[in-house]
């Protein structure tokens, strides 16, 4: 049996679902130690997992080969960046955790080549089945027919891993400038609007600037919506999560003649037979709804990093992981959050249970379609 590299998992608060995937049994890595400063919970989740615990870069096994960072960057107030150039420089191959400024990124990648070793950023969302489920349709797509447009609906924490949704979907990062459209009279509106272009396809960006500083992780009043579509029709990526849902477009061939082949009433056969007319409205790709977080923790987590994990252990690393991507990401990332500004900042409450309860009104709706 071939012995699986060992690793280590720097930071125990999104870290803890880096942890979850080294311990399940279809991880390309072994899960060796935990780096963290000595909290409780830090110190628990090693007594859970029987490894150490290590306070710093230096007390770590020399049988470690891999980390996985799940600290914040210092772009974004944390010590992940510093914590990645110390374990590069002693040979490891390191995956971050987004985000991470473009030029941390380009001298962290440089670091690890000159350290004869490998340096991957994780945007975590693109790996998740329902955004593959996106990706690989829209690379398929686009080998028959050109997209017209890309729409993108998103806050400004995740807007970060949207991009890379798109861009791991086009298969580049290559972009235009972004205009933003004039901020709104109302202070408290919550979303800013922009348009620009990538890789010479029109996209429209609905950007959420409203946070809450004590809670900066929540509150997205839309996480990931992205759509794409021609005049065939329109891919949606609805959440996070999903589904996946295909819609396709209404044509009428024959709508602006004057004939009795225009009409549905005199020539029915006719356009009962034409593809256009015999179409599903939409289709889902995948599961019919998305995850609950409980099944999302337990399965597609997991899945989605030990790709993340792959592609770190790779004989080479993918477009999304070279210089030029990243620089081309974070260029763009930077150019938009210029564009917005400050965030409009408020208080918001814990998430209210919604009214009337969806699953109620799902099942319901269900119960009168076998009526």
Request: hydrophobic share 40%.
């Amino acid at each position: 049996m071939i012995s699986r590299p060992s690793a280590v998992v720097c930071g125990t608060r999104f870290g803890e679902h880096y942890l979850a995937a080294l311990a399940h049994p279809d991880s390309p890595l072994r899960l060796a130690g935990i780096l963290a400063r000595g909290s409780e919970r830090s110190r628990l989740l090693a007594e859970k997992f029987g490894v150490p615990l290590w306070r710093s870069v230096e007390q770590i096994d020399d049988a470690v080969s891999v980390a996985c960072v799940a600290v914040r960057s210092r772009m974004v107030g944390g010590e992940g960046s510093a914590l990645a150039e110390a374990l590069l420089r002693r040979g490891l191959r390191v995956v971050q955790e987004h985000p991470l400024h473009p030029g941390e990124a380009a001298r962290l990648q440089s670091l690890a080549s000159e350290q004869g070793t490998r340096y991957h950023i994780n945007s975590f969302y693109p790996q998740l089945p329902a955004a593959r489920r996106f990706i690989d349709y829209v690379q398929a797509w686009r080998k028959q027919q050109p997209l017209q447009i890309i729409e993108i609906t998103t806050s400004l924490q995740l807007l970060y891993s949207a991009l890379d949704v798109v861009g791991h979907a086009l298969g580049t990062m290559r972009a235009s400038h972004f205009v933003a459209a004039p901020a709104p009279t109302r202070s408290d509106w919550p979303m800013r609007q922009l348009h620009g272009e990538i890789d010479n396809i029109p996209v429209l960006i609905n950007l959420q600037t409203t946070l809450d500083p004590r809670d900066p992780d929540h509150h997205s009043l839309v996480m990931h919506r992205i759509s794409c579509g021609n005049t065939s029709g329109n891919l949606c990526l609805t959440g996070s999560f999903g589904p996946v849902v295909w819609s396709h477009a209404i044509y009428a061939p024959d709508y602006h003649r004057d004939d009795a082949q225009s009409s549905w009433l005199l020539a029915p056969e006719l356009h009962q037979q034409r593809h256009y007319n015999q179409q599903p409205g939409a289709l889902v790709f995948g599961s019919p709804r998305g995850e609950s977080l409980n099944e999302l923790v337990q399965d597609a987590f997991p899945r989605g990093l030990h790709r993340a994990f792959a592609e770190l252990l790779a004989e080479a690393s993918p477009a999304w992981q070279q210089p030029e991507w990243w620089k081309n990401q974070g260029a763009l990332w930077l150019d938009i959050m210029r564009q917005v500004g400050q965030p409009v900042t408020q208080q918001f409450d814990a998430p209210a249970r919604p009214s009337p309860d969806p699953l109620r009104w799902a099942a319901a709706i269900k119960e009168e379609s076998h009526d």
